[in-house]
């Protein structure tokens, strides 16, 4: 545990008639990891009840040690929520959004103060990698074009979900990224990526995926 977040944790006290009172920040530790590994590629966390969670940086991503911390942190908050529904749930939010939804959570998970949270956060240790890690080899967006090209070319396509009722079919859920299928419109809507990754997918003129080499 680092200096800095140290000293907040740091009981508070006052002198009154001569006796020293002390007021604990926590009455019980918070729910952090026991240790943890983080480089430009994966952040590993390991957890007192023995579970571990990771999330992995891709080719296409820019590093963000914080992100990656916190979505450790989302898997261990959310252990009794499946894989699927997690993943949904992060497909959700828009990626400009993502952090600070992750960041309210592990301050309310964690009964840290905001300042405690940047403290602690802020003083994550990152390492250098030892190699490049297998899964990096497919980058993220490059597999979700292979899969668009093959199976729903040139088709209309969305990244908010439709509010008229639309039944809609989930067809991809990889990499954080979700797409759903509407049989009825022919269209799609494509979840976990940023507007400017969606926008390279498109054509301006009419929302259809443009054509991929694959």
């Known amino acids: 545990m680092s200096e800095g977040f140290e000293a907040l944790l740091k009981p508070l006290s006052c002198n009154i008639n001569g006796l020293n009172f002390g007021v604990d920040l926590f009455k019980e530790k918070p729910d952090l990891p026991e240790r943890y590994i983080i480089n430009e590629h994966v952040c590993v966390c390991h957890w007192k009840d023995g579970t571990i969670t990771k999330s992995f940086k891709h080719e296409s991503d820019v590093f963000n040690k914080k992100l990656g911390f916190l979505l450790c942190c989302f898997r261990h908050y959310n252990a009794k929520m499946s894989k699927n529904k997690q993943k949904k749930v992060i497909s959700w939010i828009k990626y400009e959004y993502l952090e600070d939804y992750l960041f309210d959570m592990f ?20 390492e250098e990698p030892k190699q490049k890690p ?26 908010i979900k439709n509010i008229v009722g639309d039944y809609t079919t989930n067809v991809y859920d990889e990499d954080n990224i979700q797409v759903d ?34």
Do not use: W
Request: glycine content about 2%; charged content about 40%; hydrophobic content about 35%.
């Open 107 to 126: 301050v309310e998970k964690t009964k840290m103060t905001v300042k405690q949270a940047e403290a602690y956060i802020r003083d994550l240790k990152v």
């Open 134 to 159: 297998k899964h990096m080899k497919i980058d993220k967006i490059e597999k979700l074009k292979k899969f668009l090209q093959k199976n729903y070319p040139n088709i209309q396509a969305f990244n």
């Open 181 to 214: 299928y509407c049989s009825k419109y022919e269209y799609i809507e494509i979840f976990g990526l940023s507007d400017e990754e969606f926008k390279k997918l498109i054509n301006d003129k009419d929302n259809r995926l443009k054509t991929f080499k694959i």
